[in-house]
């Protein structure tokens, strides 16, 4: 077999990540309350053929079959959501002994596989009741995150080192509050709320970090961002204009806030009518230190200028590489090259590839296999990529796949299969694909088998 050594160093977290609503299912079971993707999903017509995670991967009930896959992918690392409304099932006030139950058990038997847990604390299933009283666009959002973060990290912090504090503050401010396409579904048309959902979740991160230290001895703490390697249609200033107005939409406007405690003057100018009101210390909370930061990287976008279009007057340009199940574009120095400019321009003291993956057609073969090819490919290239960015000298220290398996793909439903195993939904049953027993081997040796 040929191979090639990779630089990842012995320490080097390698992981899969999932999502509760993703993959639990029992979304009635011992005590959870309804989040606002139990309603979302719910409603007509918001996700693909009226799909919804009420089942999902069934992995409240499988958890225990769940934690010997992850044994058999080699990995030492898992890093999973906790969902909001089992633990606190009306978002606030009374503990649910029973959803804390679950994670207890979860980080004991990962703990005693010897996997570390890496803890998300939202990942975008708000509790019901909480966006009935306005969700992320109201500022008290923050004292109840604070408070659910206090009870989970008391139960947990003793055993739990990792914590990331929010998932994506783009796509759930965004696709939640803008576009409307992702839970709670409003679709304003209107930035202020995008900007004043997103400014919440960067917020109720601040606020959440000295809660997770105090509760953790030796905590590492971040957040994990989806940024996006933009490239610009063409040498034309106005598309290299155009290119920069979207980074900062997506990745600057969190970057330079949480790294130098400012919104980018460019794009405050851009969202000027648009700027919600921000209070004067909020930016400082924003910035306070972290230990390391989530990078969810799965494509590039290619920028042109459009003075038709309106807020950000640009368009994504058709790209050259191949698509995945997703639509997005594969390509693998987009991850070198964004991790190169986080190094530079923000300098956090480690990086982890919180989220990187693809969507697929998987096909079982009569013998029950799943030879998915282009998932290895995939794989194969982003971690030559993440490997050259180690032997550029930037601190990435772990890289997790999405996903471990395949799951409740938000407004896609079930029809997006990013996982390293195939579920089948009618049984529940998993079957490793090809890119599973792919990512076991680099993970158990850090070498790229190339045949
Ligand atoms: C990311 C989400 C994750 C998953 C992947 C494909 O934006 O964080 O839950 O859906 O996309």
Redesign the pocket.
């Known amino acids: 077999m040929l191979e090639s050594r990779l630089s990842f160093p012995a320490d080097f977290y390698w992981g899969t990540a999932t999502?509760a609503y993703?993959i639990e299912g029992a979304v009635s079971v011992d005590g959870r309350g309804p989040s606002i993707w139990d309603t979302f999903s719910h409603l007509d017509g918001r996700i693909a053929r009226g799909h919804n995670g009420d089942i999902a991967a069934d992995h409240y009930h499988r958890w225990q079959e769940d934690i010997k896959l992850m044994k058999r992918l080699h990995v030492n690392a898992y890093r999973f959501s906790i969902s909001w409304s089992r633990i606190l099932p009306t978002g606030r006030g009374a503990v649910n002994p029973k959803g804390l139950d679950f994670y207890n058990r979860l980080v004991d038997g990962l703990l005693d596989a010897g996997i570390t847990p890496f803890v998300t604390l939202y990942?975008w299933d708000l509790p019901q009741p909480l966006e009935d009283e306005g969700g992320w666009l109201r500022r008290d959002v923050v004292d109840d995150f604070v408070a659910y973060t206090d009870v989970v990290s008391r139960a947990l912090g003793d055993r739990v080192k990792h914590w990331v504090t929010i998932?994506?503050p783009w796509?759930f401010s965004w696709l939640g509050y803008f576009t409307g396409m992702h839970a709670p579904g409003n679709m304003s048309g209107n930035p202020m709320l995008a900007l004043q959902a997103g400014h919440h979740g960067l917020l109720a991160h601040g606020m959440a970090l000295p809660i997770l230290r105090a509760n953790t001895p030796d905590a590492r703490v971040g957040i994990a961002l989806?940024l996006t390697h933009v490239d610009p249609a063409s040498d034309r200033p106005e598309d290299i204009a155009a290119a920069r107005r979207y980074d900062g939409y997506n990745n600057r406007w969190y970057l330079d806030a949480l790294f130098h405690g400012k919104y980018p003057e460019d794009m405050l100018e851009t969202y000027r009518p648009f700027l919600p009101e921000f209070q004067p210390h909020d930016l400082e909370i924003i910035a306070r230190p972290m230990d390391f930061l989530g990078v969810?990287y799965?494509t590039r976008l290619v920028i042109a200028d459009e003075p038709e279009q309106f807020g950000l007057q640009l368009k994504t340009v058709e790209q050259t590489g191949e698509p995945t199940h997703m639509g997005w574009e594969v390509y693998p120095d987009g991850l070198t090259a964004l991790l190169r400019c986080i190094h530079e321009d923000y300098g956090p003291n480690a990086i982890y590839v919180t989220?990187n993956g693809a969507a697929f057609e998987d096909e079982v073969t009569l013998e029950g296999r799943i030879h998915d090819h282009k998932r290895v490919d995939y794989l194969r290239k982003h971690l030559a990529a993440a490997s050259k960015a180690i032997e550029e000298g930037i601190p990435l220290k772990g890289y997790f796949a999405?996903s471990l398996l395949d799951n409740f793909?938000?407004a896609e439903g079930y029809d997006k299969r990013?996982g390293l195993y195939y579920v089948d939904y009618a049984t529940q049953e998993r079957t490793l694909k090809d890119s599973g027993r792919f990512f076991a081997q680099v993970a158990e040796g850090a070498i790229l088998p190339t045949s």
């Open positions: 999502a993703q990942h998932n994506e796509v989806s969810n799965y989220e999405w793909e938000w990013f």
